[in-house]
């Protein structure tokens, strides 16, 4: 099984970006995606969660109306669109994939390697 995050980059506060996370060695339809992220000096954190079908997400107080996840089953990849980005979204963000929805890191099985994003203000 393979997750791979891409999409990091540096980007000025305000400014937007678009994470994918391709997925591959699974059936992408059965599970529930989710996108974590891990601040420099602090504990990996829960960001966004989307299930199978599109029908139930769920976003962390602080990216929600701002952060926006969705999924294409025809391509096995699960978006993250971040828009009015702020320097406390710098982190390495990783996208996860688990049989369980939910907003704790055990819910998931499968990571991938992570991506940086830093957000210069």
């Known amino acids: 099984v393979q997750l791979q995050a891409s999409g990091g980059g540096l980007v000025q506060a305000g400014g937007s970006l678009r994470l994918s996370c391709a997925v591959s060695?699974?059936?992408?339809?059965?599970?529930?995606m989710a996108w974590f992220r891990q601040a420099p000096g602090k504990e990996r954190e829960f960001v966004t969660g989307?299930?199978?079908?599109?029908?139930?997400?769920y976003y962390a107080d602080s990216v929600k109306g701002r952060f926006t996840v969705s999924r294409d089953n025809a391509k096995n990849t699960v978006y993250l669109e971040m828009n009015t980005l702020k320097s406390e979204d710098t982190a390495v963000y990783y996208c996860?994939?688990?049989?369980?929805?939910?907003?704790?890191?055990?819910?998931?099985?499968?990571w991938g390697q992570g991506t940086l994003v830093t957000v210069s203000s």
């Open positions: 996860a994939g688990g049989l369980v929805l939910g907003r704790s890191e055990g819910a998931y099985n499968y």
């Open positions: 989307i299930d199978w079908s599109s029908s139930t997400t």
């Open positions: 060695g699974l059936t992408f339809s059965n599970y529930g």
